[in-house]
């Protein structure tokens, strides 16, 4: 699967868009960009993930380069309960008769300020 | 409807003991993947369980068994704990047959080796 990074932490002021970066040049051309958070204590939540275009959920929107070696993942106005660790996760779809695990990274912990 | 559920929610062990965690799978899921997450990274997969059969597993020794019954629910085997194997267990459930899909964590359970 490939690598991923995030930056480790960032800040967000209540009310405010955030918007969490994550590089993945060596994304392949099946690999879809799988985006989760994990809110302190609790088990990861799903958020949105895409392959080639945009794509906007009622918790987000992601933004994908086109060459798709970078995203952006937009949560248009986040709250104190946004406050979590986001993971950025590339897999493939699923094939050969079997489902492939999530590879997590660290993610990069946004703090959403009153 | 019920989402992934586990037990117990907290344990406490002594190295050496055995230990089983439980998972049960959201409504309608048939796939089962078991995460370790150490304190302060992200979530490790150990091994998914369809059809009562393992089918993938990741870097984890022996010790880690698991097990998956005719309702689709799921338990985690650990032997010989190690002061090492001291994590938040997590269960995550899917449906097999969608090519793409979000897998569904359960909250968890906070195993502690003494």
């Known amino acids: 699967d490939a690598k991923t990074t995030q930056p480790t932490s960032m800040d967000c002021a209540e009310g405010r868009a955030a918007n969490l970066p994550c590089n993945h040049s060596?994304?392949?051309?099946?690999?879809?960009v799988y985006w989760y958070r994990q809110i302190h204590s609790q088990g990861p939540q799903y958020i949105i993930h895409?392959?080639?275009n945009n794509e906007t959920n009622e918790m987000a929107s992601l933004i994908i380069t086109e060459d798709r070696k970078s995203s952006t993942l937009i949560l248009p106005h986040a709250t104190l309960r946004d406050t979590a660790v986001y993971y950025c996760?590339?897999?493939?779809?699923?094939?050969?008769?079997?489902?492939?695990?999530?590879?997590f990274g660290k993610g990069t912990l946004l703090t959403v300020n009153p | 409807d019920a989402g992934v559920t586990q037990s117990p929610t907290h344990l406490i062990k002594t190295r050496g003991q055995q230990v089983t965690l439980r998972c049960s799978p959201k409504s309608g899921h048939d796939t089962v993947s078991w995460y370790q997450q150490a304190l302060g990274q992200g979530p490790q997969f150990i091994f998914q369980?369809?059809?009562?059969?393992?089918?993938q597993r990741g870097n984890f020794p022996d010790r880690f068994s698991g097990h998956q019954f005719p309702n689709y629910s799921s338990e985690l085997n650990v032997n010989a704990l190690l002061l090492g194997d001291s994590a938040l267990y997590l269960c995550?459930?899917?449906?097999?047959?969608?090519?793409?899909?979000?897998?569904?964590f359960g909250p968890g359970t906070r195993l502690t080796v003494t």
């Open positions: 369980y369809y059809e009562e059969e393992e089918r």
């Open positions: 895409g392959l080639k």
């Open positions: 995550a459930s899917s449906p097999f047959n969608r090519g793409l899909y979000e897998q569904y």
């Open positions: 996760i590339v897999r493939p779809p699923r094939s050969g008769g079997s489902n492939y695990k999530l590879t």
């Open positions: 060596t994304i392949s051309g099946n690999e879809y």
